[in-house]
């Protein structure tokens, strides 16, 4: 913003992220959460704790960054013109609270250093606590939810994204066909194997060029075995990111399964066979308000600081009898973006250039 729309820049006075924002409207505290702030590369020194000063105002000149609070910290309270606006009475406590991601983890219980949250939504998510901060080029590094822990992550771009696409270009059939239908496709899908890449990718690869690829297509797949395919594909990401963490250093030991996606069992049952981990399944996978409401019982003495908040009840263990062909799909998989990455840079750059003459095209018309 400083250096391409300088008008913007002189009228800027404050640095919010969304639930900022409403934490100042709702009672004029200028705050931030720690484990928000440590995604703020590269202003945020994870070890200490606090803003880096000096290199904030290099990039920030004159701009006072928020202070930093804990999620679970009260911020403030209502003002009596946040009252008048929104009926919420004057003097409700605040929450700092976080991000969606870290209070969908704080929801289902992952607290505890070697926790690890799979996250089924829009997009998927793998994100293990730490006791100490280590770091990954290729993942993302932040504080944890509670303070003296630490939390190295990674997304894939698409999967609930991947599989509503999948929904809509397939006829609007319903997700019950679609389950039904990859039920009865093999694991492995009849050797198909997908990266699902379609809105590029994020960790581990991190390149908005990569593209989507089906391969091993034939005559005799069906539906079912594309959508199994899908599926498979977003375990097999989630597979090179939980690799990725380890090779950096981390240790998970317990794995927790949130979102949508964990409905039906198909797709969890999947991720822990291609991955070979167990997962547990909550009471609530409802994500990130179940988490808010958690940081708001403790913000205010309701809680305590690790309540018993969402019992486990289910396990989904990895079916030994699908590893092998998981196991060798799985390096067709890794061995498939570098293979193709040319050719999908390629076309990527021939589809911003037709997006921009079409955009040109119609701004004559």
Not at 123 to 146: C, D, H, K
Not at 346 to 364: E, W
């Amino acid at each position: 913003v400083l250096n391409n729309e300088p008008e913007v820049w002189k009228r800027t006075r404050r640095f919010f992220m969304a639930h900022t924002f409403v934490t100042y409207r709702l009672s004029g505290e200028y705050v931030m959460d720690h484990t928000s702030a440590s995604s703020c590369d590269p202003l945020y020194d994870l070890r200490e704790g606090c803003w880096i000063s000096d290199r904030a105002e290099d990039l920030a000149p004159g701009l006072r960054l928020p202070d930093l609070r804990w999620p679970a910290e009260v911020a403030g309270k209502v003002t009596a013109k946040a009252a008048e606006e929104t009926r919420i009475p004057e003097g409700t406590p605040v929450a700092v609270g976080t991000t969606d991601g870290f209070s969908e983890a704080v929801s289902v219980g992952v607290r505890k250093p070697g926790d690890v949250m799979i996250m089924y939504g829009t997009t998927m998510v793998a994100a293990e606590v730490l006791r100490e901060a280590i770091s990954s080029p290729n993942l993302w590094n932040s504080t944890g939810i509670l303070p003296g822990t630490y939390c190295i992550s990674g997304g894939l771009s698409t999967s609930g994204a991947l599989t509503a696409w999948f929904k809509e270009v397939s006829g609007d059939v319903s997700y019950e066909d679609l389950l039904r239908e990859a039920v009865d496709a093999p694991p492995g899908s009849e050797a198909l194997v997908v990266l699902p890449y379609f809105a590029g990718e994020r960790a581990p690869i991190s390149d908005p060029d990569a593209r989507g690829v089906i391969c091993g297509l034939t005559l005799g797949h069906r539906r079912g075995h594309l959508y199994r395919a899908f599926l498979e594909s977003t375990a097999y990401g989630i597979r090179h990111i939980l690799g990725t963490i380890d090779e950096a250093g981390g240790r998970g030991n317990r794995f927790v399964a949130v979102g949508g996606g964990t409905k039906g069992a198909l797709w969890s049952q999947i991720v822990s066979d291609v991955t070979g981990k167990i997962q547990e399944i909550p009471e609530q996978t409802i994500g990130a308000s179940y988490g808010d409401a958690m940081l708001a019982g403790i913000a205010v003495g309701l809680l305590g600081p690790a309540p018993a908040w969402n019992p486990t009840v289910s396990i989904v263990e990895p079916n030994p009898d699908n590893r092998e062909v998981y196991d060798e799909l799985y390096g067709v998989y890794r061995d498939l973006y570098p293979a193709t990455s040319s050719l999908a840079h390629s076309l990527a750059g021939l589809q911003r250039r037709q997006n921009v003459a079409d955009k040109s095209s119609t701004a004559r018309r």
